[in-house]
């Protein structure tokens, strides 16, 4: 059964601090992996990794697809209170279904 | 503005009551999904469309319905619900599915009594 998992499922830092937020997924026919931060309500977009992009960088935010491993990771340094959030990953794998992990809820002290 | 909209944004029904929560996107996108949200279970996706007049089953389909009738349009039909349908929902859509990323809706907040 396909499936994507994010770890950890919770994390609170102080501002400044550089976060690492683990995806991982056993999909069927991978096609795309993608990183979304959902602060109040609708999940909004951060990056797509393909087989012919695996790193992709936005300002203090940065992610790297590990295809050997089968694994992303999601970089955010110096944060800041505005990245509280819970930050999704999710995989476009067979039948065109797109799996979502549970999240990583990111919690950033003052 | 390019953007998915749903309505109702909050919802408060009873147990059988046939309801219907609307999505609507102005990109003219092929694809569109249904999703909910629950604590601890992430978000799942409930049905999809590819195009018009198509659709397919996604995780958790049980006691829904959609339908696809134009391209804008893809209402997520609780025909009785029940309370273990209380959940927050999202719509979603994208041009097209491989390499297109998705645009969610503000969410619909539902509770079955």
């Known amino acids: 059964e396909d499936k994507v998992v994010q770890s950890p499922l919770s994390l609170v830092v102080h501002e400044g601090d550089t976060v690492t937020l683990n995806c991982s997924y056993e999909?069927?026919?991978?096609?795309?992996l993608l990183w979304y931060k959902q602060e109040k309500k609708a999940p909004t977009f951060l990056f797509m990794l393909?087989?012919?992009?695996i790193e992709k960088k936005s300002g203090r935010l940065s992610s790297i697809l590990d295809k050997k491993e089968l694994s992303s990771i999601l970089n955010i340094t110096a944060t800041q209170t505005g990245d509280s959030a819970i930050y999704l990953c999710a995989v476009e794998g067979r039948d065109d279904k797109i799996i979502f992990g549970k999240g990583t809820r990111l919690h950033i002290l003052p | 503005e390019a953007q998915v909209t749903q309505n109702p944004r909050y919802l408060i029904t009873v147990t059988g009551k046939k309801l219907t929560v609307t999505c609507s996107q102005n990109m003219n996108h092929e694809y569109m999904s249904w999703y909910r949200q629950d604590p601890g279970l992430g978000l799942r996706q409930i049905y999809y469309?590819?195009?018009?007049?198509?659709?397919d089953k996604g995780d958790v389909p049980e006691g829904y319905k959609v339908s696809r009738k134009e391209k804008r349009n893809f209402p997520l039909i609780l025909e009785s619900p029940s309370p273990n349908q209380t959940s927050l929902y999202f719509c979603?859509?994208?041009?097209?599915?491989?390499?297109?990323?998705?645009?969610f809706g503000s969410g619909t907040q539902l509770s079955v009594l």
């Open positions: 393909t087989s012919s992009g």
């Open positions: 469309s590819m195009n018009v007049e198509v659709t």
């Open positions: 999909v069927t026919n991978f096609r795309s």
């Open positions: 979603a859509s994208s041009f097209n599915l491989y390499g297109g990323k998705l645009f």
